[in-house]
């Protein structure tokens, strides 16, 4: 418990809650490897949460599913890439530190949102379990929203990220595939980003 | 219209859109007066929007109003500071420059918004007012969340946006005065917050 907490005089619960607020922090200090639309800098993953949030309410028509529970897209979003407070952010395209990531994130989700009251833990760590499983139409277009987002920023900087670590137009087919179920048109979007990526030599 | 999009075949809509996006990611170039949690630099304005939607879902059972629609909640604190990309940040506690704060705000909102589709343009405009105007349950609450946020931090971090400015408990009790109208327990934890910054001489 961080020590402000100590000094007032709170329920246990609110306290645990804050106490999570002031952990979470830490994620404006999580970089990520790609950089901002304008090439200057990297992004940190605090950014890209409320980026991604953003888009998701921008671009809600284009969920497959029509009906979709808006809301949970957005929580689910605003909440899966906390684990990187303790497991770190992994490249889409680092084949290598992609492995056990899951397991890693899994630990880090326990740790984190262990801290919450009991009620508030199991819901989100369903949800961040939800958004990794991917088998709901919010799930799915989350992950859409959250695979688009750094490709879209990659466009249109260079692909600064993509070009230090040559990932192949294929990797990104690949990585992105996912895309294609949560939305038509994000897919498209996609597709036409993939080739204009190869025709300016951004992506190998 | 950003030059990526002349280059790809997407409808007027969805192109006004994705435009909108690559705009507001100038948000992540706002710097906000105050610091991040362990007091190391400042936080910029995406940084926060994503913060304030994470202690909404966090402190959602703290809303006054119990039947609170929590999706309007977190629209209003997603946009309301864009116009910051091309109004500025204004620090809370600077009188002058609070001067005509709206009139510059309302006219940067009309800008960004205003390149959008005609529903949305008007969807968001109309809850960027709703922020603004601090007169539904869903506002107050999120106006509740968006003025506790930086207190806790400062109350963490040394208040170093506070005594650099010279801010004065009254002031403080004057400007975060609406927190009380949108929830009970987050004014609690406001009135407790500011007799430590007291004790602790980061208030005036």
């Known amino acids: 418990m961080h020590s ?35 090439g200057s800098r990297r992004e940190n993953t605090a950014e890209h949460s409320w980026q991604i949030i953003l888009i998701t309410l921008t671009f809600s028509e284009y969920a497959k599913e029509k009906n979709i529970d808006l809301l949970r897209v957005i929580k689910m979003l605003t909440l899966h890439d906390l ?56 799930a799915l277009f989350a992950n859409a929203i959250d695979r688009i987002t750094p490709f879209l920023l990659n466009s249109v900087n260079g692909g600064q990220s993509w070009t230090e670590a040559g990932v192949k137009a294929e990797q990104a087919l690949k990585k992105l595939a996912i895309i294609e179920q949560g939305s038509d048109e994000i897919w498209e979007l996609f597709t036409q980003l993939l080739e204009h990526a190869k025709t300016h030599q951004l992506l190998l």
Do not use: C, M
């Not at 770190?88 to 262990?114: M, P, R, T």
């Open 83 to 138: 684990v990187e407070i303790y497991a770190g952010d992994v490249f889409l395209f680092d084949e290598q530190a992609n492995i056990g990531k899951f397991e890693n994130e899994k630990l880090s989700a326990e740790k984190l949102f262990g801290s919450l009251p009991e009620d508030q833990k199991h819901e989100f760590i369903s949800l961040w379990l939800e958004f990794e499983a991917t088998n709901t139409p919010e």
């Open 4 to 38: 402000l907490l100590n000094k007032l005089n709170l329920t246990e619960r609110f306290s645990q809650q804050i106490n999570f607020i002031l952990e979470t922090d830490k994620l404006k200090q999580v970089i990520r490897r790609n950089f901002i639309a304008d």
